[in-house]
């Protein structure tokens, strides 16, 4: 059975500070992935980033960056440079493997609420 | 960017009415999906649709759920009778190829609010 969790309710950052928000996994699949999504106060879900379990570089998107450490099951983002605009909550999800198939589901984290300080 | 289309954006309803929930999934994509989020809580799978069958579902998915294709385009949740504690948002969502990557787009989901 797949788990995710994040162990950070609530994080608090200065603005231009960077900010690592925490997800650990627990799968017995080879092939998975790995999503951060983002979800304002206005509730919709916006993808952020995605890491493949077989990739051997972390993703990058532009101020977001995933640091994947495979061995110790973990999925964190690193948010660069934060704005005022990134205090949302951030859900850590993963996709069950079966090969890049659009077949899966996501199982989610419980998410942890970040509030950028000016 | 595509888009995933859902109404209404907000529901309310008395318990034990039928609901149905609407959504325009991106097109020419195969695979469908139904998540809900209970108010402060995460997000959790409902159902997965494919090539007009279901494809798996979660636990939530009872008898009293239902999803289906009316029509080329649309997909729809319904409830048949409910209750209380089905009050959340409820998102659909289609697989998406990026540049490198694989996601999944959302739609902007349907608050359902049951009295």
């Known amino acids: 059975a797949q788990k995710i969790t994040q162990t950070q309710p609530g994080m608090f950052v200065q603005e231009k500070e960077a900010v690592t928000l925490d997800c650990t996994y627990d799968?017995?699949?080879?092939?998975?992935?790995l999503f951060w999504y983002k979800q304002p106060s206005s509730g919709e879900m916006i993808f952020l980033i995605y890491?493949?379990?077989?990739?051997?570089q972390n993703a990058t998107e532009g101020r977001y960056s995933l640091n994947f450490q495979k061995a110790r099951k973990s999925a964190n983002l690193v948010i660069s440079a934060s704005q005022l605009g990134d205090s949302a909550m951030y859900f850590c999800?993963?996709?069950?493997?079966?090969?890049?198939?659009?077949?899966?589901?996501?199982?989610f984290g419980e998410g942890t609420q970040l509030t950028v300080n000016p | 960017e595509p888009e995933v289309t859902q109404t209404p954006s907000h529901q309310v309803t008395q318990m034990g009415q039928e609901v149905i929930l609407r959504c325009v999934p991106i097109?020419?994509?195969?695979?469908f999906y139904w998540y809900r989020q209970i108010l402060g809580q995460k997000v959790e799978f409902l159902v997965s649709?494919?090539?007009?069958?279901?494809?798996?579902k979660s636990e939530i998915f009872d008898d009293q759920f239902s999803v289906e294709r009316p029509d080329g385009s649309n997909f729809t949740l319904k409830i048949r009778s409910t209750k209380l504690e089905d009050s959340a948002m409820y998102f659909c969502?289609?697989?998406?190829?990026?540049?490198?990557?694989?996601?999944?787009?959302f739609g902007s989901g349907t608050r359902l609010t049951v009295v």
């Open positions: 999800a993963m996709r069950e493997g079966r090969g890049e198939t659009s077949g899966s589901r996501l199982t």
């Open positions: 799968t017995s699949d080879q092939s998975y992935g």
């Open positions: 890491q493949g379990s077989y990739d051997e």
């Open positions: 097109s020419n994509h195969l695979y």
């Open positions: 649709f494919y090539n007009n069958e279901i494809s798996e």
């Open positions: 969502a289609s697989p998406t190829w990026g540049r490198d990557n694989y996601g999944y787009t």
